[in-house]
């Protein structure tokens, strides 16, 4: 396994379409492997291919409950919506709000191509739906209802704590 470099806000690949994984072959084994231990190196809670320069749908999600590893995932259900600070690594030290579910219910296959749903509310729906978006080349800040602002800043003016 190795850490793989996590491409930052500019780097045109965050911005492309991803596309479909038809099989698990070793070398989607060892991305998956590689972006595991990339989200836990850079202390996040979610990774998706494009932020390692791959475009493939391939999305690594942790909450605190062990890695969720999703390939080819396609959210089939929403619900209720959370509004708070959202960050990510690919535009590190940075937060502003945005608006997710609630709750989602989200199809995929793992890693050994085995087709699951998995559902889950707040952080995890919150992930999913993040994460999700960088497969279509879409960033937080597309979305952002407030200006994006150093972290600390963030927090500082929302009144919270991070």
Partial sequence: MAIRTIRVEGDEILRKKCKEVTEITPRIKTLIEDMIETMYQANGVGL????????????????????????????????????????????????ATVTRPNYVKVRAYDEKMEQRELEGTELFARAVCHECDHLEGKLYIDIAESPVMDTDAYYAEMGEEE
């Fill in 48 to 95: 998706a291919g494009p932020q390692v320069g791959i475009l493939r749908k391939v999305v690594v999600i942790d909450v605190g409950d062990g890695p969720v590893v999703l390939v080819n995932p396609v959210i089939v259900e929403t619900s209720g919506e959370q509004t708070g600070g959202e960050g990510c690594l690919s535009v590190p030290g940075k937060t």
